[in-house]
């Protein structure tokens, strides 16, 4: 742990009222610990075993101030290359949950260079982490972690090569390059689901 990196510095580099400003405004935040910087470019990738859900509308000083002293937060948070990050839930429907109901989720997050080697090289750490997601800042684009142990769903497959092809997916991120296919045994037929909106191709 850095010396120089207090929970007190921590904060005032952070200050929670930018960042629930920039999360009511932007959706979200990624902000370096150590400089106070918002990042605005980057592939994230969550820590596994940090996240933490606020209400979006009571969230404050006390919430920033409470999950930055938690010891196991502070120590990744002292890490070169961590950055405190934010986002308002997507599992919330913005168009129907009241602004009461919306939430802001905590977490520490890695960045990865946005390269071929960059974006392959945060695949592969959200695969080992466990992480459900990859996020691109400058195109605000999330990508999802075919394999997530949630995924896929009940009575879905992923199609053949699909771990192969996120693990060495070196293209931008949230480019489709893969589908789930219905299980036949539960149809009764060799049926498949049909590629996402904008998927170029699928892999077999």
């Known amino acids: 742990m850095s010396s120089d990196l207090s929970p007190k510095k921590i904060l005032t580099n952070i200050d929670p009222d930018r960042a629930i400003s920039l999360a009511k405004e932007e959706g979200g935040f990624t902000?370096?610990?150590?400089?106070?910087?918002?990042?605005?470019?980057?592939?994230?990738?969550?820590?596994?075993?940090h996240e933490q859900r606020h209400l979006l509308n009571s969230v404050g000083h006390k919430q920033f101030a409470d999950y930055i002293n938690s010891p196991d937060t502070l120590i990744a948070l002292t890490k070169v290359g961590s950055n405190l990050g934010g986002w308002v839930s997507t599992r919330i429907d913005e168009t129907q949950t009241p602004?009461?109901?919306?939430?802001?989720?905590?977490?520490?997050?890695?960045?990865?260079?946005?390269?071929?080697?960059?974006?392959?090289?945060?695949?592969?750490?959200?695969?080992?982490?466990?992480?459900?997601?990859?996020?691109?800042?400058?195109?605000?684009k999330t990508e999802?972690?075919?394999?997530?142990?949630?995924?896929?769903?009940?009575?879905?497959?992923?199609?053949?090569?699909?771990?192969?092809?996120?693990?060495?997916?070196?293209?931008?991120?949230?480019?489709?390059?893969?589908?789930?296919?219905?299980?036949?045994?539960?149809?009764?037929?060799?049926?498949k689901r049909k590629p996402a909106k904008g998927q170029q191709s699928i892999v077999y």
């Open 31 to 49: 902000i370096n610990p150590r400089t106070g910087n918002v990042l605005d470019s980057g592939v994230m990738v969550s820590i596994k075993g």
């Open 144 to 191: 999802i972690n075919p394999l997530h142990p949630t995924r896929p769903a009940p009575g879905l497959e992923l199609v053949p090569g699909t771990a192969e092809s996120f693990l060495s997916g070196t293209g931008p991120i949230g480019e489709p390059y893969f589908a789930e296919v219905v299980d036949p045994s539960k149809i009764g037929g060799p049926k």
């Open 99 to 140: 602004a009461a109901q919306k939430e802001l989720v905590l977490d520490v997050s890695r960045r990865f260079n946005p390269t071929e080697f960059g974006r392959r090289q945060a695949r592969r750490n959200a695969y080992r982490n466990q992480q459900e997601a990859i996020y691109d800042i400058a195109s605000n």
